[in-house]
């Protein structure tokens, strides 16, 4: 366990808090920022990128839009559309304390590409690869 200070009122608080237990602040380094560029344009009949949190509906990114999202912490990001007459999907296990700059795009199979384009702050990617995985349910 580490102390982190709150950014509120200054007091010092375990980094495993989802809140300061002095002020109630939530704890800034748990958020999980995500920095997202839909669609590129030239996909006619693409729809939007719905992005959930822990299964529910946070936003939509628009095709070429960029949208920045801010979640209380760790947990489950899945980013779904529908092209082709498929819905395509992808989810991913985001650790607490993420900023990362996000493209999305299709692969060379169709299925729903994540791109990192930045290294999240502390180095490294929080998935391996970019996922280029079709989802084949109608």
Excluded at 15 to 43: E, F
Excluded at 55 to 82: C, I, N, Q
Excluded at 83 to 103: H, V
């Amino acid at each position: 366990m580490a102390l982190v200070k709150c950014s509120e009122c200054g007091k010092e608080v375990s980094d495993k808090a989802q809140s300061c237990p002095n002020c109630g602040s939530p704890i800034a380094s748990l958020n999980v920022t995500l920095i997202m560029t839909g669609l590129p344009k030239r996909y006619i009949g693409a729809k939007a990128i719905d992005v959930y949190f822990n299964g529910e509906l946070k936003t939509s990114v628009d095709k070429g839009a960029t949208v920045t999202l801010t979640l209380p912490g760790a947990g489950t990001v899945e980013f779904e559309t529908r092209y082709n007459f498929r819905n395509q999907k992808q989810s991913f296990q985001i650790p607490a304390g993420t900023t990362t700059n996000l493209e999305f795009d299709f692969g060379p199979m169709g299925g729903l590409r994540v791109l990192e384009v930045t290294p999240r702050k502390g180095g490294g990617s929080f998935f391996e690869v970019s996922m280029d995985m079709p989802d084949f349910e109608e």
